[in-house]
Nanobody
Framework: QVQLMESGGGLVQAGGSLRLSCAAS?????MGWYRQAPGKQRELVAT???????NYADSVKGRFTISRDNAKNTVYLQMNSLKPEDTAVYYC??????????WGQGTQVTVSS
């Protein structure tokens, strides 16, 4: 069973920055972040493949940067210019080579105005 260990998150003022990290217990094909705000569906934030191909939600392009350290099976999400609408629980997601998906427990990000 793949385990994902998330860290980072917290409370920040609008315009500030936060960095999320997620370490997987094994080598994963694709890793990324999703988020879920109260009363809303979970949505994609960004993903990155083991080869470095990235995909971003339009709402975070130019503000968030996803990266990974393949040697550590870890994905990072650098979040800059945060807005109150970025407030959500952020979930790490990982897909193995069979495209089975795994989820982290979630970490709260709160952006105050």
């Amino acid at each position: 069973q793949v385990q994902l260990m998330e860290s980072g998150g917290g409370l920040v003022q609008a315009g500030g920055s936060l960095r999320l990290s997620c370490a997987a217990s094994g080598n994963m094909f694709r890793m990324g972040w999703y988020r879920q705000a109260p009363g809303k569906q979970r949505e994609l934030v960004a993903t990155i493949t083991i080869g470095g191909s990235t995909n971003y939600a339009d709402s975070v392009k130019g503000r968030f940067t996803i990266s990974r350290d393949n040697a550590k099976n870890t994905v990072y999400l650098q979040m800059n210019s945060l807005k109150p609408e970025d407030t959500a629980v952020y979930y790490c997601n990982a897909e193995n080579w069979s495209l089975n998906r795994y989820w982290g427990q979630g970490t709260q990000v709160t952006v105050s105005s």
